[in-house]
């Protein structure tokens, strides 16, 4: 009674599980072979060979009672799970079950409609089958007549076709038609040549010939006269091509006939430009700077003007015109020839005749010979362009000049016509750039002319004016003044800053992102670093240090022409570029143009140095050049007087106060550009200072009592042994960019120059006195200018010295003396 389930009834429910499991995903696959072995083991409760006895069998033999009491809680516990997990499954699935239940049902009633029906298309085929083959039994015996005489048909409608063929050729070529006679005759050459020998045929071929060379005569004429438009030209040469007319003559005739078109294309465009030569000038403004139009002098640098040349049409037009008909022209003779010769050539029978090479070899040389001369004509428009001031005209001609180029490139590859026309584009870019270098150098030598007005003729109350150059006044009126150096200097370096930025923006065009051109690696690298920051920024830097250096060639032994106030000034400007202003403009123009540094390019550094050099060159110029202004004075006033025979003094001499006057405009003047400086300390005395007739000494009593005639050995000897232990003064050393250096260096040079003309003079005794009553006067006041006040009081002690040892009566006046008279003058 413990297994009464039949073992068919068995084996179906384990293998109804394990597809339910497969189903379901339940099976593990990839097992390993002892796993597929342990599948077949009998007493694999889990396995589809699973035998209860025998398992039952096992657990008695090897587990004890308990263990087989914790079987049991076990297993039971795996059927609960067991069911819970299939009544799970089947509450989740239940809609799959009633669908899957309804669409087997719907199933087998559409099956059974579908066996009624393929009965019936059954039982209709082999009705059709019946019926075909009746008709076929039939018509068997007349199958091979029907053939034969469709044969005899088709034969009878190709005689008709020949023998109609010369009538009908003669009627298209009284209509014109010559496509269809060409068509026609195709058609039979093959049969009329066949069958040649036939006298009928061969009446109808030669009749056929003959109007075959009556229409290609035709043609010909029609081709000759080229007064057809494109469409019925290109028809024409693709007959003759069909009436095996030579290629290469066709080449050259239809070449020929473009060539005459496209000639006079380029011939208006010549005349365009001859009626366009210059025939009066105009000004073109660049965009005015914002500081020089509110600059607060009516002589401060004016913004850039060019001249422009008067032409009929701008450049757009012209380059507008000449790719609408010239260059569109073209491109429609190359389509047409290259499907007339070319690609129409390359199948049927042409092909085996070479013509797409001949053809092609041709075309290239045409286009390239005719691209040459247009090419031409435009570089001479593009020269034509002289005025800077609207660059987005030419930026948008040379765009559309480049683009319209490139359907020449896509229906000629291979073609050295697109790369000619960037070069052009390439050469009237750097053209243009040296035109905005030229502009820029003009501007700034007509901005340095008027700084030179404004100099020369200053409106300025109180200005003094020294023997050979202009100054500027006192420090109020140099500083109210509405032409004073600081307001020339931010307006000439403002508008030189904005005319350089205008000009880079309008450079900056040719790089734009809407323009076809700048794409080229060209436009990309070496026209922003070499064309743009080296040709135009660096070299109109360069310009500004070189233009400024050249001033202080001209200067002569008299000053020269050129202002001293413009030496400042430059030697200022070119200082402040050094400090800021280059490393502006380069980095201005890097971020712009993103210029990358692939090739050498000119360090920031290496201008700063030369522009640093040409300001120090500029301000030891202004010194020397101002040193001998009141060098000039000193020594006329020495040379021009008799100092043997003069009176006794009771006063200062004019030029002294002149000096000191001089003197002391420089100081405004360069106080007004340079800082101040760095000092020594100055003792409480300084404008005291008593000198030694004999040279250095600087002890007057000490010597004065043993002074004779016959002792002059002695006091030069001591005078030369002093100068040993003193410190050398060089006179013409360059100056620091401070207004205390400036002041020393045009002082020594001033001093040395009164000291040289003492020494070349004799003097008597009143005329050693007044050297003492100058020079004290000028070290009351000269003493205050310099860095060191020991420079002064020695070189006004030498020049008192070398009086003294001039002189034929060395008498010195009383220092008490020498104050009042100071003081009083």
């Known amino acids: 009674m413990g297994d009464t389930t039949p073992p068919e009834d068995a084996g179906r429910r384990r293998r109804v599980h394990g597809m339910l499991k497969l189903y379901y995903g339940l099976n593990e696959e990839g097992k390993a072979a002892e796993q597929e072995q342990q599948w077949l083991d009998p007493c694999d409760i889990n396995g589809p060979h699973f035998e209860p006895e025998e398992y039952l069998n096992k657990l008695r033999r090897e587990c004890s009672l308990a263990e087989l009491m914790d079987q049991e809680a076990c297993m039971v516990k795996q059927i609960r799970s067991l069911d819970s997990d299939m009544q799970t499954l089947v509450y989740e699935n239940y809609n799959k079950f009633i669908s899957a239940t309804d669409t087997i049902r719907k199933m087998k009633n559409d099956f059974k409609k579908m066996e009624d029906e393929m009965d019936c298309l059954s039982a209709n085929m082999a009705a059709i089958t019946d019926f075909s083959a009746g008709i076929s039994g039939t018509l068997q015996d007349q199958h091979a007549q029907i053939t034969k005489l469709s044969g005899v048909h088709t034969l009878l409608r190709k005689l008709q076709f020949l023998f109609e063929l010369p009538a009908r050729l003669n009627k298209c070529l009284e209509l014109q038609a010559y496509s269809q006679a060409v068509s026609s005759h195709r058609r039979a050459r093959c049969v009329l040549q066949q069958y040649s020998h036939l006298p009928s045929f061969k009446g109808i071929q030669d009749d056929c010939h003959a109007i075959m060379d009556k229409l290609a005569q035709e043609l010909r004429q029609k081709f000759r006269d080229g007064g057809t438009s494109a469409k019925d030209l290109s028809e024409c040469v693709e007959l003759l091509l069909q009436l095996d007319e030579p290629a290469e003559e066709l080449c050259e005739k239809f070449l020929s006939h473009a060539r005459s078109r496209l000639e006079s294309d380029l011939q208006s465009l010549e005349e365009e430009i001859r009626a366009s030569a210059p025939s009066s000038v105009k000004d073109v403004s660049a965009p005015k700077s914002t500081s020089a139009a509110s600059s607060p002098t009516e002589d401060a640098p004016k913004a850039m003007t060019l001249a422009s040349p008067a032409v009929n049409t701008d450049i757009l037009e012209f380059i507008d015109r000449g790719c609408n008909e010239f260059v569109s022209s073209l491109c429609l003779v190359i389509t047409s020839y290259q499907e007339l010769f070319i690609n129409h050539a390359q199948a049927g029978e042409l092909a085996s005749k070479k013509i797409p090479e001949m053809a092609n070899r041709k075309l290239h040389e045409f286009v390239e010979d ?116 600081p307001d020339l200097l931010s307006s000439l370096s403002s508008s030189i800053l904005n005319q350089i930025k205008s000009v880079l923006t309008s450079v900056h065009l040719f790089t734009a992102k809407d323009i076809t051109f700048s794409n080229k690696p060209y436009f990309k690298g070496e026209f922003c670093s070499q064309g743009v920051r080296e040709s135009l920024v660096v070299n109109f830097i360069k310009f500004i240090c070189q233009c400024s250096r050249q001033f202080c060639e001209s200067v002569g032994d008299k000053g020269g022409s050129t202002p001293p106030a413009l030496l400042l000034l430059l030697s200022r400007l070119c200082l402040d570029y050094e400090t800021s202003t280059i490393s502006y403009i380069l980095t201005l123009t890097d971020e712009q143009f993103l210029v990358q540094h692939h090739s050498p390019v000119t360090p920031v550094t290496a201008l700063c140095a030369e522009a640093r050099e040409a300001a120090q060159k500029l301000l030891n110029n202004y010194v020397k050049v101002q040193g001998l202004i009141i060098s000039q004075m000193l020594r006329k006033s020495v040379e021009t007087r008799d100092w043997v025979n003069t009176i006794e003094p009771r006063n200062v001499r004019a030029v002294m106060k002149r000096v000191v006057e001089d003197t002391t405009s420089i100081d405004v003047q360069v106080g007004l550009l340079y800082e101040e400086g760095v000092r020594k300390a100055h003792s409480s005395d300084s404008s005291k200072r008593t000198f030694s007739v004999y040279s250095s000494s600087r002890q007057p009593t000490r010597y004065a009592a043993s002074y004779t005639p016959s002792a002059p050995m002695d006091t030069n000897l001591l005078s030369n042994i002093h100068k040993l232990f003193s410190e050398r003064i060089d006179i013409f050393s360059s100056v620091e960019f401070n207004k205390v250096s400036v002041m020393t260096g045009i002082i020594k040079i001033s001093l040395k120059t009164f000291l040289e003309c003492v020494r070349l003079r004799t003097f008597g005794r009143y005329g050693l006195q007044q050297i003492q009553v100058d020079c004290h006067y000028l070290q009351m006041y000269l003493w205050r200018f310099v860095s060191d006040e020991n420079l002064v009081h020695f070189l006004l002690d030498e020049i008192v010295g070398s009086s003294a040892h001039r002189c034929l009566d060395p008498a010195p006046m009383e220092q008490s003396v020498i104050e009042v008279i100071c003081e009083r003058g």
């Open 370 to 485: 005719l691209a040459a001369r247009y090419f031409s004509l435009v570089e001479r428009r593009i020269q034509e362009e002289k005025g800077v001031g609207d660059n987005s005209l030419l930026v948008r001609a040379l765009d559309r000049f480049y683009r319209r180029l490139q359907a020449v490139t896509k229906l000629l590859p291979g073609s050295s016509v697109p790369q000619q026309g960037t070069e052009i584009v390439i050469r009237a870019a750097t053209e243009r750039v040296k035109q905005y270098l030229a502009a820029l150098q003009s501007f700034y030598m007509d901005s340095l002319t008027d700084v030179r007005q404004a100099l020369a003729t200053p409106r300025i109350s109180g200005a003094s004016v020294s023997g050979a150059g202009a100054h500027l006044a006192g420090s109020a009126s140099a500083r109210e003044g509405p032409t004073s150096l």
